[in-house]
């Protein structure tokens, strides 16, 4: 919906002006002013609370994204599971008689039932795709429409991924937690790809040919549907345009008849001179405007950002452009503390900016297909993507394999034209697949998008035309160097499993010291410097390991804690906790790109010591870094310059760390200089923190400003310091957060900081304002920070 919203803001004043029968479409955000209510008596008629009969019940008012409960960080429950209802009041004028009008909603977890004027209009089964419900016979023009939304989130074996919350490896939360719109069209419009559900159809279909330096064709397929009464002729425009505004290409079609209900298939191709080429480094978007014209006159308008780039997957090699990029990648699960999955726009932006901020040019959407929002972030930012399907662990019965097959379609038919999807997971992720199925899945990706182009990816090596397993399900010590099928093969997870189980390869020896809980890679950032420390050196064991064999690439597991079904305890072998704050580890990874900065500004010189330098048992000090040399001075006294390490942890990393051994610990100041061609490049410090003395609060922007009604929420941490500032790495005090001006807490106000930061997430209120947030703690000088809404 994102890619395509633009179209509506701005272009149709200068485009249609001369048109005065034009009406344009409308996209209405359909988020606001909705009413919510869990654990009703079920055997209260749906039909009836979809109308206006007057029904004695609390109705929470609420707007979108939403989750039915909010869920504490440590489990102490199972999550909520039940029925819920979701209500809206609206009025459509009668203008809008004769049009199309459609409400979807981009996901609703995850059987949903919609009501309207108190009749069943439409039944969803899923979670994670979209689904339109044309409500063009149902309203009613010049008074109250009431709509109802009931949705179950219990378990169902039917419906992907079909396992029981209690033995699943993540959670799927409940409500309408992304967004909804209101869409109105003219009846001769431009298909809607999921809604038509037809092979490599509906919708626009964008397929980039040819493709080098020089020039590009650009295939675009549109399909278009007739809804009048009577057969109507209809052409298509063409109209590519440059970030600048600039038209680059155009092309038109000839005119087609369109019978009554019937769809027209049109194909065209635009070539684009001297193409700027997405990449992960240089991510460009152009715009798309596609114009469908009626006795030549625009009847229907859409626009979609798109990126020109060739794909190629090979035994040993992924190349992007013709040019051999290594793929090293993250898995990210879209949960949030407390609000689950019910995450603003700008959220699921500023989780992609953490992720290419770490120095990833990949990630794996693991287990089931993200929001758009994301992926637009993917395609903005260089990021490339696997989109999969939901599963894990479980192949049900005959329904839930024809509900599996169905979100291949759905995923692609809403996805396909985004240019960071470079994989398509058609397979249910660590599961016993029947043959049949991964043929079916495997063939189904390939007719929906009919390009050499096109990979399907599956952890078995049957059907799929990438292999995409985990280094686990290899044995150690060769794990996957010795794979020698004739097909491409990524790592799509690496670096928790091994360690936790206790088979970390051919460099288990040297964790033999260590306790069972150290030296796995589930550590939280609690768990203090050694053990943060031992995380980050299994993600470099396992990265350089995998970078022996004939991998493509690989992606860690993972970006982000989370929290499991399964199990009462947080999944933590994050690089970065639930909060969104960062281990040692996520500096490890950030080194590992760079040092010259993208065209998004990231991969930068870093730098970064991974020691708090407050234990005399220390001496050792580990550097992150993307320079050639780091010079270390402990009190203003230089103990050497040093090149990377070289050793078998490290000798495949493109920036080894820096290690340096020292003599003696010295209270005071740690200070490390990065050179580049022998210039200074980065400097970084760190000091022995004295008491605790204040509390200083920082805001989590990452990319996207807080945005005013859309349910955003930002996260804001308050770190306890000493008088110079400086983070108390071991504080917990118990810090008091308190809002003004119509922003929200989420969750308890009263947090104990871990590792020394508390942490509040604050939902923005409806209007633009500033914000006053203050955090206090007994015994600690409070903080203010005034922060804008935009």
Request: hydrophobic share 35%; net charge positive.
């Amino acid at each position: 919906m994102k890619n395509y919203i633009a179209c509506f803001l701005g272009i149709l004043g200068t485009a249609f002006s001369a048109r005065a029968q034009y009406t344009p479409p409308s996209v209405t955000n359909f988020n606001q002013n909705w009413q919510f209510v869990k654990d009703l008596d079920t055997s209260q008629a749906a039909q009836r609370l979809s109308t206006a009969t007057s029904i004695k019940i609390s109705w929470q008012n609420v707007a979108l994204p939403h989750t039915p409960q909010l869920e504490p960080i440590q489990k102490v429950k199972e999550q909520w599971q039940g029925t819920c209802y979701y209500r809206k009041t609206f009025t459509v004028p009668t203008a809008n008689k004769g049009r199309r009008m459609v409400i979807q909603f981009d996901a609703a977890m995850h059987e949903a039932d919609v009501y309207l004027n108190g009749k069943h209009l439409f039944k969803h089964l899923g979670g994670y795709l979209p689904f339109v419900v044309d409500v063009s016979d149902a309203v009613k023009f010049n008074q109250p429409n009431y709509l109802l939304v009931k949705l179950n989130n219990q378990d169902n074996a039917d419906i992907p991924p079909g396992k029981p919350i209690k033995d699943l490896d993540f959670n799927y939360y409940g409500g309408l937690y992304r967004n909804a719109w209101l869409i109105t069209r003219n009846k001769l419009y431009i298909s809607d790809a999921v809604q038509e559900n037809r092979e490599a159809g509906g919708g626009i279909l964008i397929h980039d040919d040819n493709v080098s330096k020089e020039s590009a064709s650009l295939g675009v397929k549109v399909e278009v549907r007739n809804q009048y009464a009577t057969a109507q002729q209809a052409s298509i425009v063409l109209i590519l345009k440059d970030v600048a505004g600039q038209t680059v290409a155009t092309a038109s079609t000839g005119q087609q008849t369109i019978g009554q209900g019937h769809m027209g298939t049109f194909s065209q191709s635009l070539k684009v001179q001297a193409p700027k080429l997405w990449s992960v480094t240089k991510p460009y978007l152009y715009r798309l405007t596609v114009q469908v014209l009626q006795g030549g006159k625009v009847t229907d308008v859409q626009t979609v950002k798109t990126g020109i780039r060739s794909i190629k997957f090979v035994p040993g090699g992924f190349y992007l452009n013709n040019e051999k990029v290594t793929i090293s990648g993250t898995n990210r699960h879209q949960e949030y503390p407390y609000i689950g999955y019910a995450l603003s726009d700008n959220a699921q932006y500023r989780d992609a900016w953490k992720i290419k901020n770490a120095g990833f040019n990949f990630v794996r959407c693991s287990h089931y297909p993200p929001s758009p929002a994301f992926l637009d972030a993917c395609d903005e930012l260089g990021i490339l993507v696997m989109d999969a399907i939901p599963g894990w662990q479980f192949f049900g019965g005959p329904a839930f394999q024809v509900n599996s097959l169905q979100n291949i379609q759905d995923m692609i038919h809403r996805d396909r034209n985004h240019p960071s999807i470079v994989l398509w997971e058609s397979s249910l992720n660590e599961t016993g697949m029947s043959k049949e199925y991964m043929d079916k899945a495997h063939k189904l990706t390939h007719q929906e998008l009919p390009f050499a182009d096109t990979y399907s990816s599956g952890w078995i090596d049957y059907a799929y035309d990438v292999v995409n397993p985990a280094r686990q399900h290899a044995k150690a010590p060769d794990y996957w160097k010795k794979y020698d099928h004739p097909k491409p093969l990524l790592i799509a997870e690496y670096g928790d499993w091994e360690y936790y189980a206790q088979n970390a390869g051919f460099n288990q020896k040297a964790y033999e010291g260590l306790q069972k809980e150290e030296r796995n890679s589930r550590q939280l950032r609690t768990d203090g410097q050694q053990r943060l420390l031992q995380q980050a050196l299994n993600f470099q064991e396992a990265h350089n390991d995998d970078l022996y064999g004939p991998a493509v690439g690989d992606a860690n597991w993972l970006m982000f804690d989370y929290k499991r079904g399964y199990a009462p305890d947080i999944e933590s072998s994050g690089i970065m906790d639930i909060y969104r704050l960062p281990k040692f580890s996520f500096y490890f990874y950030q080194s590992q790109y760079g040092p010259v900065p993208d065209a998004n500004g990231m991969g930068k010189p870093m730098l970064f010591i991974a020691n708090y330098w407050n234990d005399s048992k220390q001496k050792t000090v580990k550097i992150y870094s993307n320079c050639q040399q780091v010079e270390l001075l402990v009190n203003g006294h230089s103990v050497g310059k040093q090149k990377p390490d070289q050793d078998a942890m490290a000798n495949n990393l493109i920036h080894p760390p820096f290690t340096f051994n020292l003599n003696s610990y010295e209270a005071g100041e740690l200070k490390a200089v990065g050179y580049i061609n022998g210039k200074v490049a980065i400097t970084e410090s760190r000091k022995t923190p004295g008491k605790p003395y204040k509390i200083v609060v920082e805001a989590d922007r990452s990319g996207k400003d807080w945005k005013a009604n859309t349910n955003d929420a930002l996260f804001f941490y308050a770190y306890v310091t000493d008088k110079q500032g400086t983070p108390i790495p071991n504080a917990n005090n118990l810090i008091e957060f308190t809002v003004s001006n119509g922003a929200q807490l989420v969750g308890n106000s009263s947090v104990t900081a871990e590792a020394g930061i508390a942490t509040a997430l604050i939902k923005a209120g409806s209007k633009p304002t500033t914000v006053k947030i203050m955090a206090a703690a007994q015994g600690l000088k409070p903080a203010t920070l005034n922060y804008a809404i935009k």
